[in-house]
């Protein structure tokens, strides 16, 4: 079956520390894979994508990056969190009849 | 260009009367539409999806959205709202020639006892 997977649920992390989300897919090959991020009263934000292993496009300048190492993982990093990237983060997959997301991270920096 | 505009940003209902949640999308062709919900701190959940069949698509939990190319709209109806129902709605359009996913600005939908 197809699932989209993504961890971790909640995560409160330190000002300057490292960040890592990870999302995988199953059940498919060669899929697009999003990252989105939805601020606190806000739409949601798409932060980056990749139609292949490799390839990333990054929408917005931040203190974001992103990697896609393996086919059907994705996967969301800093280096040193900001107060300013605290928000819910989504993980989304394009399919041909529609997309599916994952269930998302909340993230507190403090 | 390919975009999808939600009209209100927050509408508010009483609990068991109607819910109407408007999307226009903006195409030279006609996209596979879907409506999404999001409750607090949670994924986004298909409600339902038009993709060229029937142009009335009824979804899960008692929604429905009709699809017309006349008014190049999709909204979204209930007949009686519930205590539940009160979330984030985003209407998201599939279209084949782009590959960044092009959401709406989304609609808060509250409910009042």
Not at chain 1, 35 to 47: D, K, T, V
Request: proline share 5%; glycine share 8%; net charge positive.
């Amino acid at each position: 079956s197809q699932t989209i997977h993504q961890w971790p649920a909640t995560l409160v992390q330190p000002v300057g520390s490292p960040l890592s989300l990870e999302c995988t897919v199953e059940g498919t090959s060669n899929p697009n894979l999003y990252w989105y991020r939805q601020a606190a009263g806000r739409g949601l934000q798409l932060l980056f994508y990749s139609v292949g292993i490799g390839q990333i496009s990054s929408e917005v300048p931040q203190n974001l990056s992103a990697s896609r190492p393996q086919d059907r993982q994705f996967i969301l990093s800093s280096k040193k969190l900001l107060l300013s990237d605290s928000g819910f983060y989504l993980c989304a997959w394009r399919q041909i009849y529609g997309y599916t997301f994952g269930s998302g991270t909340r993230l507190t920096v403090v | 260009a390919q975009s999808v505009t939600q009209l209100d940003s927050h509408v508010s209902v009483s609990e068991g009367t109607p819910v109407l949640l408007r999307c226009n999308y903006s195409s030279s062709y006609s996209p596979s539409l879907f409506w999404y919900v999001q409750h607090p701190n949670k994924g986004l959940q298909l409600l339902l999806k038009y993709t060229s069949a029937a142009t009335l698509v009824k979804g899960i939990n008692g929604f429905e959205a009709e699809f017309k190319k006349s008014e190049t709209s999709f909204h979204l109806t209930k007949p009686s709202a519930h205590m539940s129902d009160a979330a984030e709605y985003f209407c998201v359009p599939l279209y084949s020639s782009a590959s960044k996913i092009i959401f709406g600005s989304g609609t808060r939908l509250s409910i009042r006892p």
